[in-house]
């Protein structure tokens, strides 16, 4: 069973304290999912957990199968098989889909990499993803729509097969029809591979497809309410209510959806 453990992680970024005492344990085959109100450290915690540098982590841990990787570089914890969904994809002149897929894959299966095996499963998965062919040849990202560069994080996802996987605000920028086959494709992932699955999300829609075992109020840089999926519902009728730096109940406003990154 391959585990995430976050343990007392505080972090800051240009002298601002952004993530306090944070504390979370992702197994495999639970889908974690983290909502809360913009500015709270959402989107931070994803990009600490894969070694962005420009995150200072001030205190705590984060361990991958009883291992630390606090000083690990991003492109190790790759290799360990986590994997980050974007909020914002980067667009990449120069670099075909096809090239950076095959280039990231032969570096990690070494000897054991097969072109043609390659090939026939990016037909595949571009086929299943509802993908124009012709997007796996252009740039990385290049000229993509904000939809389609979701859909392109969730092939990087199906070809690379990570063990644990972070989804940060994956239903951003989709269209109704794009959003149940990203739903769907991160589902049948998760029962194929028994992944472990963080979602970052404001918006209860995706979870009409993406179906959580644990479900996390953020606020302040902490957690401050844990539940089953039954607190989405409950975070849907009632929304967040803050009480001066910190959320005590979802009793009395109404969630409004939020458009703005963090």
Do not use: W
């Amino acid at each position: 069973m391959d585990t995430l453990k976050i343990t007392n992680l505080s972090v800051s970024v240009d002298d601002k304290v952004i993530i306090k005492d944070f504390n979370l344990e992702i197994k495999s085959g639970e889908i974690h999912v983290i909502m809360g109100p913009n500015g709270t450290g959402k989107s931070t915690l994803t990009k600490v957990i894969m070694g962005d540098k420009n995150y200072q982590v001030l205190k705590g841990d984060i361990k991958f199968n009883d291992k630390s990787i606090k000083e690990l570089t991003t492109d190790e914890r790759a290799r360990l098989g986590i994997f980050l969904g974007m909020q914002s994809p980067l667009e990449i002149e120069g670099v075909t889909n096809a090239d950076f897929l095959r280039t990231a894959i032969s570096t990690k299966e070494q000897d054991n990499f097969k072109l043609f095996e390659f090939i026939k499963e990016l037909d595949k998965t571009v086929d299943y993803l509802k993908m124009n062919k012709d997007m796996i040849h252009r740039g990385l990202n290049q000229g993509f729509s904000g939809g389609e560069r979701k859909k392109n994080e969730i092939l990087q996802m199906y070809m690379l097969k990570p063990k644990c996987i972070l989804l940060d605000e994956i239903d951003s920028g989709l269209d109704v029809d794009s959003l149940k086959i990203v739903g769907n494709a991160v589902m049948d992932y998760y029962k194929e591979y028994n992944a472990s699955i963080l979602v970052i999300t404001h918006y209860q829609r995706l979870l009409n497809y993406i179906k959580p075992t644990h479900v996390h109020v953020m606020n302040n840089g902490t957690i401050v309410k844990s539940g089953g999926a039954e607190l989405v519902k409950e975070i849907e009728q009632n929304g967040y209510v803050k009480n001066n730096k910190k959320v005590e109940s979802l009793g009395t406003c109404v969630v409004k959806e939020m458009v703005s990154h963090e």
